[in-house]
């Protein structure tokens, strides 16, 4: 089992910056976590859940166009993500949920983040 826990919402406006945070805990540790992806999905009212950034063993990263060139996701160590966001616009305001899968996807609790003046 794998838990996540996201910290870093907040209200910001419109051209600000956040920095989301997860930590994952549990049994990452018997299961070679570093070696499976994290990232964070997005989703606004009425919408559906959506991909804004992965980060996979190795590093290598994937971004929805939305966010390309204003997000960084990056990995800390085995257990931690971060998710730089900046140049924020309304259209990111969204409850963000930090992901991860090790054979099926688990997911945090979600954290606000709202862009509004």
């Known amino acids: 089992q794998v838990q996540l826990v996201e910290s870093g919402g907040g209200l910001v406006q419109p051209g600000g910056s956040l920095r989301l945070s997860c930590a994952a805990s549990?049994?990452?540790?018997?299961?070679?976590?570093?070696?499976?992806?994290m990232g964070w999905y997005r989703q606004a009212p009425e919408k559906e859940r959506e991909l804004v950034a992965t980060?996979?063993?190795?590093?290598?990263t994937n971004y929805a166009d939305s966010v390309k060139g204003r997000f960084t996701i990056s990995r800390d160590n085995a257990k931690n993500t971060s998710l730089q966001m900046n140049s924020l616009k309304p259209e990111d305001t969204a409850v963000y949920y930090c992901?991860?899968?090790?054979?099926?996807?688990?997911w945090g609790q979600g954290t606000q983040v709202t862009v509004s003046s």
């Open positions: 992901w991860s899968y090790v054979g099926k996807n688990y």
């Open positions: 980060v996979v063993a190795g590093g290598s």
């Open positions: 549990g049994s990452i540790f018997s299961i070679n976590f570093m070696h499976w992806p």
